[in-house]
């Protein structure tokens, strides 16, 4: 492309993108001055058009697409400037990580969970307890950054909640509880491929938000082409969500799970059974529960009592109002929709601030919103709810099993189940009384009737199940 051809595009976008912005601004002021219902109807229409642009093909009309398919840039060179410097290259986050670890080693550790699809770059998590570098038997919680790689601000929300909870461990009686009692689980980089491509490369309009798997086979990378969207990846509706077309900004990728981003994400919930968590986003001030359309969840009330209790905690940037509480799409595959139709966790997004890279004096009341919500999530863990342990009643080995709760099912979810290592379970409930059933392979089921779970603490039920009898003749020889 000639420069003279290039610069009238560049040009000609501004021109165009000025003039919409114009449009934007007059359409909210007047939106705000007079209340009509054709002028918000207006404001929807601005909003969808704006958030249906396909950022990707008016970068490749622009002309940069010989950058965007270098590898990733060595740390000698310049970082993109487009995007602010408070938001630091993966390795200096890393760096952060380790040094948390080195600075908190009684209560932090570092695990690596698995590795990103393309570059194969490590994907890590902090653990945040008590004796961090042991297993122990306690109720663990999940918190990710970064599904998306323009929402960095979600990784510096996670990584000001680990700060928070390792320096007031020593400090707040509170905290301590916490981690004496509970495995916090935090993923501040979900997507390491993404992310590195996007700061370390000069890209004009930095909106990139998937990984970069080479779609098309071609061995490099084409902003055309490649790229999954991880947060249409998860197992739960996933034919039914996102967009199977490899250039959509929603691609959900050839298959769920496709990704090792996801997989990463996956093993760790499974592993520790997480009961509840949050994936930090950006943007829109709001916070996210599993679902509003599909079949109704069968908790329901109890997913929107924890997500209203949570925004009355969150101030939005005005410093007036709390976030707002909107649901989710249930056909698709998205993190909380997979934990809570899977595991039964109760999980949420947070959509943090009002733009992907809010400049420096806007992110310090964004964070205090997110470790706040978390804050209460890990409060609300320890009480209104029910938790234990399922032994084998001859061996007491732990047993793998389901935990029912009569009139809370349904079977477009599964059940909660207790975990393979300790024979755990876990699981939050509204005040009242209920009955149990508690089901496993080769196990006699059980009925516990008249369970109290009280607003304040836990109840604690413990089960041993009895093997069933064989069915088969004994031998006689």
């Known amino acids: 492309m000639s420069a003279v051809k290039r610069s009238y595009r560049i040009w000609l976008f501004w021109v165009i993108s000025i003039q919409c912005l114009a449009v934007l601004v007059l359409v909210n002021w007047m939106h705000h001055r007079n209340k009509t219902r054709l002028l918000r109807r207006l404001t929807l229409k601005v909003q969808a058009i704006q ?8 970068l490749h009309w622009l002309g940069p697409k010989s950058a965007l398919a270098q590898s990733p840039a060595p740390l000698s060179n310049p970082r993109n400037r487009n995007i602010p410097d408070h938001y630091h290259r993966l390795e200096a986050i890393y760096t952060r990580m380790r040094q948390l670890a080195a600075d908190y080693p009684e209560v932090v550790s570092i695990q690596k969970i698995g590795e990103s699809t393309t570059l194969s770059l490590p994907i890590y998590a902090i653990k945040i307890s008590d004796y961090p570098h042991e297993e122990e038997d306690e109720t663990a919680i999940l918190f990710t950054g970064l599904h998306h790689a323009r929402e960095p601000v979600g990784t510096l929300a996670c990584m000001r909640l680990a700060e928070r909870l390792a320096a007031d461990y020593r400090r707040h009686a509170r905290v301590r509880r916490w981690l004496d009692e509970l495995e916090i689980w935090i993923v501040p980089v979900v997507n390491p491929d993404g992310y590195k491509f996007l700061i370390d490369h000069q890209v004009p309009f930095p909106w990139w938000r998937k990984n970069l798997r080479d779609n098309d086979g071609d061995g490099y990378f084409d902003p055309i082409i490649d790229g999954v969207d ?35 994400i996956k093993d760790l919930a499974l592993r520790e059974n997480v009961v509840c968590g949050i994936s930090f986003h950006t943007y829109g001030e709001a916070i996210l529960y599993p679902w509003g359309n599909y079949y109704p969840p069968p908790d329901q009330k109890l997913i929107l009592q924890v997500a209203h209790e949570m925004a009355e905690r969150m101030l939005r940037l005005n410093g007036r109002d709390a976030y707002s509480v909107l649901p989710l799409n249930g056909r698709v595959g998205q993190s909380s929709v997979w934990l809570y139709g899977r595991l039964r966790s109760i999980d949420f997004i947070v959509e943090l601030g009002q733009e992907h890279f809010p400049k420096q004096h806007r992110v310090e009341q964004i964070l205090k919103a997110g470790v706040s919500a978390a804050y209460y999530l890990i409060e609300r863990s320890q009480r209104s709810g029910l938790w234990g342990h399922v ?6 080995n732990p047993v793998r099993a389901k935990i029912r709760v009569r009139g809370w099912e349904a079977r477009h979810v599964y059940p909660r189940v207790s975990e393979s290592r300790f024979g755990r379970f876990e699981r939050w409930l509204l005040p009242g009384k209920y009955t149990l059933k508690i089901e496993a392979e080769g196990y006699q089921t059980k009925t516990v009737k008249n369970v109290r779970i009280y607003p304040d603490r836990l109840t604690l039920i413990e089960i041993n199940l009895e093997r069933k009898q064989s069915s088969l003749p004994m031998s006689h020889h």
């Open 51 to 58: 958030q249906g642009i396909q950022w990707q093909r008016v």
């Open 230 to 264: 991880l947060n249409r990846n998860y197992n739960f509706n996933w034919e039914q969500g996102g967009e199977g077309n490899p250039s959509s900004w929603f691609y959900r990728g050839t298959h769920p799970f496709s990704e090792k981003e996801i997989i990463a």
């Open 391 to 396: 032994r084998d009643a001859q061996t007491a």
